[in-house]
Structures are given as C-alpha cells and as structure tokens.
C-alpha cells in the first residue's frame, strides 16, 4: 500500500514538473497565484483588471472587488483589500499612493505598503480605465463618455467632460485610457472618436474620429499609444491611425479593426483585431505581416524575448514569431484572458479570466 501510494505520487510530482517545465518553448510557469473571483455560480466569468509592477511587488485588482499586493519573484501575496466594486481597470502608482477606480463608479487613493484606504469618492459611472497622474491631478474615463480631472490629495473633482452618446448606442466592454503628450490629455472614446483636451481647463483641443458610423459600434477603447510627437489608436469598427498629437492630423490610416492596445517594440506596430495579428511599419503603416489567430478575439498582445504572446478571450494563448508572423506554439489556458498582459524582464505576467495570475518566465 505504502509502495501504491509513492509510486502515484512519483507519478503525480512527475506530470506536474513536465507540464511546468513544457508550457511553451523555453518558457515555464515561475507560479500562480489564485485571486477571489466573482460570484461563485455566475456562468461567465470575467477579469479586465491590469496588472502593474513597481519595486518587485504586483498590484492587480479582481472583479470581486479586491486589490492586492504580490510579491514578484515568490509570488506570495502580501496583503489584499476590499473596495466597494469590481475593478475592471488599471492601477496607477506614485509617491507610494495607488490610484484606481472600481465597477460601480469610485475613485479610490490607497496606501501601496498596507493596502489602507486613504480616500474615495463616488463619480456616478463604471470606470474600465488605468488612470493618470499628472502633477496634482489623476485623469479616468468613465464608461458613459466623461474624462474626470480628480485632486490627488483630496479626491475632489476638479473638472469633468463629456462626450456625445447617441439612443441605442451600442459599446464594448471596456474603456480608453488617458495618456499625456504635453500638456495635453488624449483618450478615446465609445462613439469612435480620439480627443484631446487642454490639461488645465478640460476643453476640446482637437477630436479624430475612427470609427466607422455605419457600424452599431465604433469603441475606441485600447490606450492611445505616443511614439515622440504622433499618437496610435484604433477602433473596433473603423480603423487604426496615426495622428499628430499637437494638431489631430493624421498621418496615416489602415482598414484594421482593434479593441485593443497597439503595442510598439523596436521599430514595430504589432496590434490585434478580430482573431488577426499585424505587424505595421509605425512611419505608413504598411502591413509587414498578417497572422490569423483560430479564435474571434484576442487580448493585446505582448512581445518578450523575440516572440509575440497573444491569449484569447476564451482558452487559447499563441506564441508567433515577432519577425514572420509565424505560430511557434499553442497552449490552452483556463477561460482565456481579457486583461492586458505585463512584462517585466523576462517574466510574463497574465490574469485569466477564471481569477488566476500567472508568472511564465522565458529563456
């Protein structure tokens, strides 16, 4: 009996190191880290929250309504707190303060050493984004159309705009984030259009529509990208443009349809849309290559050591070959992803939608 028992455990321990150590080539599972998911019987479940990394800690929120702090290399958590809402968005860090917002429309500022609550405050609509800090303020876009300018200190609102909706306007799931050129604020918005406002005041500077009108829904929810003076975005039905930052000119525009994050990586635009994978040159956008994915949607990918990850929003990630598109590898992961992956160094890190945090480390 005692022999029966050892030998499945031998077994056991041998079929566990084997599927760590062939997760994909060159690339092992460091470990993973459960977080609390939504309600237990809800059929789909769901995790958008993005994961950020700041001296060796992970901080990821969780469509249970928990923030929580990782230890990056042994992946223990070090604490978790529990806010009003789902977090659905990002979490943006300075002066040992978290910043970030939740499913039922709070804004939250949270000490990052103990997780301690140090302020919140009701805005009055979802908020799916990673803010920004910029000096004394921190920037969110809310799922009903404003761009909120909060007091860092205080949470007090300092100013709020709005955008145009439309009766029976159809929208993704998900939001822009804002970003910074200048003294600029850049974000998209649900009815197709990429804007700009005066930092200080909230007025309009400029506005580009990508989104195709036509369609029922023209979202442009990944995080505009800023490469020096020209910004990157996309729409889900429209396309995906290069426009000057300082002016709204566009530079140059592709029929490719994203709900994602563009990503750029040594000279190269990689983005996804309705199951394909591009490669763009970022001066005219000319395709370099085109990979369909077998999956109607994916999560943004990601680009480590020579090789793009791609997780879909379902159960399967892919692994391609940054230079010719090719799929090196295929690897199911339980409920796939809509959160946007995080790399530091050599480690990737994913949050799947069943609630579990992944650290794959590549060689």
């Known amino acids: 009996m005692k022999k029966s028992t050892a030998s499945v455990i031998l077994f056991l321990l041998f079929v566990s190191t084997s599927a760590i150590a062939d997760f994909a080539p060159h690339t092992r599972i460091q470990w993973v880290v459960k977080l609390k998911n939504e309600r237990p019987f809800k059929r789909l479940k769901t995790q958008y929250a993005v994961p950020t990394f700041v001296d060796n800690i992970i901080y990821v929120g969780s469509a249970s309504g928990h923030i929580y702090a990782i230890d990056r290399l042994r992946g223990r958590k070090i604490w978790r707190s529990e806010v009003r809402g789902p977090v659905y968005g990002g979490i943006a860090y300075q002066d040992n303060t978290l910043y970030f917002g939740d499913g039922k429309g709070f804004v939250y500022a949270m000490d990052a050493t103990a997780g301690k609550e140090l302020w919140h405050a009701e805005m009055g609509s979802d908020i799916m984004c ?171 990918p990601a680009r480590i050591n020579g090789t793009i990850f791609d997780i879909s929003t379902h159960d399967k990630s892919y692994w391609v070959n940054d230079s010719s598109g090719e799929i090196i590898h295929t690897r199911f992961i339980g409920k796939g992803s809509f959160s946007k992956p995080l790399v530091v160094g050599t480690t990737l890190y994913v949050l799947t939608n069943r609630g579990d945090l992944y650290a794959l480390e590549t060689k």
């Open 130 to 300: 990673t803010p920004l800090v910029s000096g004394n303020m921190v920037f969110f876009t809310t799922m009903s159309g404003h761009l909120l300018a909060i007091d860092r200190t205080t949470g007090g609102r300092i100013y709020q705009t709005l955008r145009r909706t439309s009766t029976g306007e159809f929208s993704v799931r998900g939001s822009s984030s804002p970003v910074q050129w200048q003294n600029l604020i850049i974000a998209g918005f649900s009815d197709g259009t990429l804007v700009a406002f005066d930092q200080a005041s909230g007025s309009k500077v400029w506005e580009y529509t990508l989104g195709n009108m036509a369609q029922p829904m023209q979202d442009v929810d990944g995080t505009p990208l800023l490469i020096g003076d020209v910004v990157i975005a996309a729409s889900i039905n429209g396309s995906l443009a290069a426009i000057q930052a300082k002016t709204g000119q566009v530079q140059w525009s592709a029929p490719i349809d994203s709900p994602n994050d563009v990503i750029y990586e040594d000279g190269v635009l990689y983005a996804e849309g309705k199951g394909k994978l591009y490669a763009l040159n970022p001066t005219t956008g000319s395709i370099i290559w085109k990979q369909r994915l077998d999956t109607a949607e994916a999560s943004t």
